[in-house]
């Protein structure tokens, strides 16, 4: 499934598939030379904040819509997962979502910020979930090409240094048939625009996505503030 050709920072030609796995439990599929700027800069931010959002970010989502749970529910409810399937959350973070997945299935995880997959590490030995972690970034996904049976990223697509890359990428080591799922917060930012008053503008987000995708939905959820976007690739 790993695709070393695909590690950056490696030659195509060099033998090893990753760099060595860390005490923490978690594979490198990247070198911080090779990196976006934009994701070095994401990465440094998130390894500052890894050890507290977990918890801050329980305190959010409880205080704003409810519940962690509940939250999260919003957007993993939407995935179809059978036991056996590949399933691979990009931005995994503190590893949250991958226990209230259906069991049976292999999970993968890769994020950015080593600080977090160490946080992620820790969390599911806690919880009993298994899953293979991986430090890699959105834009050069470490695998081969329709791999998973299941792939989607909650929260955090408007920070990647390429977020247009991370969709292709996405929809790249999907396989034909699979669901994917891309949720973030919506824009809600002033802007000029020259849409005349009552035309409607297309999200940002679906103007990512390439010709030809299945059954695209789109909605904003959690009182207006979060996108969830599914589809299908052919």
């Not at 005490?23 to 700027?37: K, Y």
């Not at 059978?82 to 691979?88: A, E, N, P, S, W």
Request: net charge neutral.
């Amino acid at each position: 499934m790993i695709d070393r050709a695909r590690i950056q920072g490696n030659a195509q030609s060099e033998p090893h598939t990753l760099l060595p796995r860390t005490e923490d439990g978690f594979l490198h599929a990247v070198r911080p030379q090779g990196m976006e700027l934009a994701n070095v800069r994401a990465m440094a931010l998130n390894n500052k904040i890894a050890r507290f959002y977990a918890r801050l970010h329980r305190w959010y989502v409880k205080m704003r819509f409810g519940g962690d749970i509940q939250y999260r529910w919003t957007f993993l409810s939407h995935l179809s997962i059978q036991r056996g399937d590949h399933v691979l959350e990009v931005s995994v973070g503190t590893g949250a979502n991958l226990p209230i997945l259906p069991a049976g299935a292999s999970l993968y995880g890769i994020d950015l910020s080593p600080a977090m997959l160490r946080e992620a590490a820790r969390h599911l030995k806690e919880w009993g979930t298994e899953a293979e972690l991986i430090h890699a970034e959105a834009e050069h996904l470490p695998f081969r090409s329709d791999s998973f049976d299941c792939v989607y990223h909650i929260d955090g697509l408007s920070e990647f240094g390429d977020p247009a890359r991370a969709v292709q990428e996405m929809i790249r080591v999907a396989k034909s048939g699979t669901r994917i799922l891309i949720a973030d917060e919506t824009q809600r930012r002033p802007r000029i625009s020259l849409a005349k008053s009552g035309e409607l503008t297309q999200p940002e987000v679906l103007r990512l996505l390439p010709e030809g995708m299945i059954d695209v939905r789109y909605e904003e959820v959690c009182k207006g503030t979060m996108y969830r976007l599914t589809f299908i690739k052919p």
